[in-house]
T-cell receptor
Framework: DGGITQSPKYLFRKEGQNVTLSCEQN?????MYWYRQDPGQGLRLIYY???????QKGDIAEGYSVSREKKESFPLTVTSAQKNPTAFYLC?????????????FGSGTRLTVV | GDSVTQMEGPVTLSEEAFLTINCTYT??????LFWYVQYPGEGLQLLLK?????DKGSNKGFEATYRKETTSFHLEKGSVQVSDSAVYFC????????FGTGTQLKVEL
């Protein structure tokens, strides 16, 4: 079955460490997205990528970095510059031109700073 | 900019009660509208969608009608079940997907 796989499901980070969250899709979608979810704040867009080797900052990109070397993969690195990284992170993908298609989401990674 | 406003939760209902979750939007163009559902510890799943005015999206007993005159896309279900307990997100799409803050629904026996 096609879908999006995020790993790990739970991740713990020490202060000052960088961590990378994995997102892989086999839907052949061109566009991929990273969202951060905090209680009571809905979803906020971190980064998105419309095609391979290209990506754009979303609304809250500071302290995060991404790469898009393959169509199937869009890893997110949470750097030590991100002051409050504890959150639930969701990856999504879509066919960008078809606006009424909607996005397909992964099952998320919960990151906790210890 | 484009935005979505949802009623705050939590909304607590008894099983078989009628559900309405309000959603209104502000957009510079003519967006497509969506409802997503999130079960505990999971990602979001597309529940239903509507792409133009007066369209009605429906799925699993849930319905929402795209009302351009009131810029609304309220979610309704005639008889909720305990298994409907989740967080519901309204969203609009113009170039990108913009979400509301989510409404938690709790259904009790």
């Amino acid at each position: 079955d096609g879908g999006i796989t995020q790993s790990p499901k739970y991740l713990f980070r020490k202060e000052g460490q960088n961590v990378t969250l994995s997102c892989e899709q086999n839907l052949n979608h061109d566009a991929m997205y990273w969202y951060r979810q905090d209680p009571g704040q809905g979803l906020r867009l971190i980064y998105y990528s419309q095609i391979v080797n290209d990506f754009q900052k979303g609304d809250i990109a500071e302290g995060y970095s991404v790469s898009r070397e393959k169509k199937e993969s869009f890893p997110l690195t949470v750097t030590s510059a991100q002051k409050n990284p504890t959150a639930f992170y969701l990856c999504a993908s879509s066919i960008p031109i078809e606006s009424n298609y909607g996005y397909t989401f992964g099952s998320g990674t919960r990151l906790t700073v210890v | 900019g484009d935005s979505v406003t949802q009623m705050e939760g939590p909304v607590t209902l008894s099983e078989e009660a009628f559900l309405t979750i309000n959603c209104t939007y502000t957009a510079t163009g003519y967006p497509s509208l969506f409802w997503y559902v999130q079960y505990p510890g999971e990602g979001l799943q597309l529940l239903l969608k509507a792409t133009k005015a007066d369209d009605k999206g429906s799925n699993k007993g849930f319905e929402a009608t795209y009302r351009k005159e009131t810029t609304s896309f309220h979610l309704e279900k005639g008889s909720v079940q305990v298994s409907d307990s989740a967080v519901y997100f309204c969203a609009l799409f113009i170039a990108k997907l913009t979400f509301g803050t989510g409404t938690q629904l709790k259904v009790e026996l």
